[in-house]
């Protein structure tokens, strides 16, 4: 891997909150990068900086050191739509739109016509089984199958990474490991890097590689040595 096909890059960066007496230090100076292709698990116990880190890689937040670059991508402008997509723990549907129009909602704020960016919703939902609930309302149906659909509104952008927060947080856990099922077949669709924070350690383990964050400073590496440790 070269330089210039890195998907995003951390180079001591770090974030705390607030300042003086009162400040938090949320993550540490650290330093990470994401290849074509990864398949990163991101662990560690609530409050350990795991959204911290990929709300930095997103670009949606700054670091309050260091820096974050996306090589392969550009600079923060051109992340969305489409390059870097964010899957949060809650799927976050629009409760008077309907599944597509959930899914096609991102492309058509961003100039796309609508008749595209509906073909591109229909395509992502089918390509995960999805077409089903294509007009059905988010009260419709269930937390699992609405962040599936979080997961079909991030493919149709045909993102480059997929940055996926906590998504099982709050599923069971046959609906954990369908989503989970979802995003790798989405990744691969897509060609993508998948990055996954979670403290579900049967999560982390369907990933290549383990991340550990503890106290806001990260260790990486493969699954054989996360799982050793």
């Not at 704020?109 to 390509?127: E, M, N, S, V, W």
């Not at 077409?131 to 480059?160: C, F, H, M, T, Y």
């Amino acid at each position: 891997m070269t330089g210039k096909d890195v998907l995003v890059r951390c180079s001591s960066a770090g974030r705390t909150y607030g300042s003086g007496a009162a400040s938090t230090v949320a993550l540490e100076p650290t330093d990470c990068a994401v290849a074509p292709g990864a398949r990163i698990g991101v662990v560690g116990p609530s409050g350990s900086g795991k959204s911290t880190l990929l709300h930095l890689m997103a670009g949606l937040d700054d670091p309050t050191v260091g820096t974050v670059e996306w090589p392969a991508i550009g600079d923060r402008q051109a992340l969305r739509p489409g390059p870097v997509t964010v899957i949060f723990q809650g799927p976050s549907l629009l409760a008077p739109l309907t599944v597509e129009e959930n899914v096609a909602l991102p492309l058509i704020l961003a100039g796309r016509k609508d008749a595209a960016a509906h073909a591109a919703a229909r395509g992502a939902l089918g390509t995960l089984d999805l077409l089903e609930l294509a007009d059905k309302l988010p009260e419709e149906i269930s937390g699992g199958q609405a962040q599936r659909v979080a997961v079909a509104r991030a493919l149709a952008g045909s993102p480059r990474l997929i940055l996926a927060d906590e998504p099982t947080g709050q599923l069971d856990h046959a609906n954990a490991s369908a989503v989970v099922d979802v995003l790798l077949a989405a990744a691969t669709h897509a060609g993508a890097a998948l990055v996954v924070s979670t403290h579900d350690p049967e999560v982390a383990q369907r990933l290549s590689d383990v991340w550990e964050l503890h106290g806001g400073r990260l260790t990486t590496g493969h699954q054989e040595d996360a799982w050793s440790r």
